[in-house]
């Protein structure tokens, strides 16, 4: 049977979409009946198909009809996005439950897309769902600005990544810590100069430093010091003068895109903070900021990942979601290392990381339980 019983009479109907791109395979069982289809993966072909869907269970004594399908990232979201706004309930699948149960029900190790939706209802069955959360309007601009701001942290460390590569290549024995360099003193170096070391030389000691000192004021003397020095020590080699003049703007290219995803993360935190305000006035149980443990950049962050307390029934149900749930590994006499499952949201184990590395410095929170 493919019906769950709400009360005394509520009947419903579980029908199983494979998403892909392009279109939707789906299984339902009606009495004794399978009914297959598919369709294409598109706003009005889905429409059509799940009103007919539903004109089926009314036909059938159905009070209900419950959408489930695999999290496919963003391909089934129409789908449960459309199921939603026609009154229907909507859940997912874990996709390895669907996989094992396939392997279980067809002795088959394969995947098609036909079988899949006949092996989501098998887990259905058994009650594995997975509930659809759909976020209010604050908890969801919360969460579409964290994804801003998740997307633009990776362009940045990629750029960084390149820069640093940059550097390695056009001025070898430049030793500067990441505070210096995406400080004033290495936003000066690059757009004085570009990081050249032949430029740098060529101008003398004497300018460099002025022009540097113009562009940050409280640049140190031994900085200015350690750049001149290496600056003759990549400038004592042979080099071309327009290879050299590319690697800088090169350089100085790449600053600027750091610079400006910097200021996009800002801005957007700026209004994280804001709205996680908003959020806090109504409901005292999100966490507060305090000095020394935990911002309230970090905390909107956090927030915007987790949802609302009241998706969570249990603090075990939101380490389960964050993937923090022990995972024990053991056979007979054999014990293996218990670890956390890692399965669950991993942009709530990367703000946690945020979080927690700075308590570990000296002198900081939990330094000296961790030194």
Not at 268 to 288: F, G
Request: proline residues 3%; positive net charge.
């Amino acid at each position: 049977m493919n019906f769950t019983t709400t009360g005394q009479s509520m009947r419903v109907l579980n029908v199983a979409f494979d998403v892909s791109s392009q279109s939707l395979n789906w299984s339902m069982e009606v009495g004794s009946s399978r009914i297959d289809g598919i369709c294409p993966n598109e706003t009005e072909h889905l429409g059509k198909t799940l009103l007919q869907i539903k004109r089926t269970a009314n036909k059938h004594g159905y009070g209900e009809v419950r959408v489930i399908c695999e999290s496919t990232g963003i391909y089934h979201r129409r789908l449960l996005q459309i199921a939603s706004g026609m009154s229907m309930r909507t859940n997912l699948v874990h996709g390895e439950a669907v996989s094992k149960y396939r392997t279980i029900q067809f002795a088959d190790h394969g995947k098609t897309d036909l079988k899949d939706p006949q092996a989501i209802l098998t887990v259905a069955q058994v009650g594995r769902l997975i509930k659809h959360r759909q976020l209010d309007s604050r908890y969801g601009q919360l969460r579409e600005m964290h994804r801003l701001v998740l997307r633009a942290e990776r362009r940045a460390r990629a750029c960084k990544s390149e820069l640093h590569s940059d550097l390695r290549s056009s001025f070898p024995d430049l030793r500067l810590d990441k505070s210096v360099l995406y400080g004033p003193t290495g936003r000066a170096l690059i757009e004085e100069f570009g990081a050249n070391p032949y430029e740098i030389v060529e101008v003398g000691r004497r300018v460099f430093e002025r022009r540097i000192k113009s562009a940050s004021p409280r640049t140190k003397r031994a900085t200015l010091d350690g750049i001149w020095k290496a600056a003759q020590a990549s400038a004592s080699q042979p080099h071309e003068l327009g290879v050299a003049e590319i690697q800088a703007q090169g350089v100085r290219q790449l600053y600027a895109e750091i610079t400006c995803f910097t200021e996009q993360i800002d801005g957007l935190e700026s209004r994280m903070k804001t709205l996680y305000d908003q959020l806090c006035q109504p409901d005292a149980r999100l966490p507060r900021a305090k000095k020394g443990v935990v911002s309230k950049r970090l905390l909107s962050r956090l927030v915007a990942e987790t949802g609302p307390p009241d998706d969570f029934q249990t603090v075990a149900q939101l380490m389960r979601y964050a993937g923090l749930n022990l995972c024990e590994r053991q056979s007979d006499k054999w014990r293996g290392r218990t670890m956390i499952s890692r399965r669950g949201r991993t942009e709530i184990r990367y703000v946690l990381n945020l979080m927690a590395l700075p308590l570990i410095r000296r002198k900081k929170l939990f330094g000296d339980y961790y030194w």
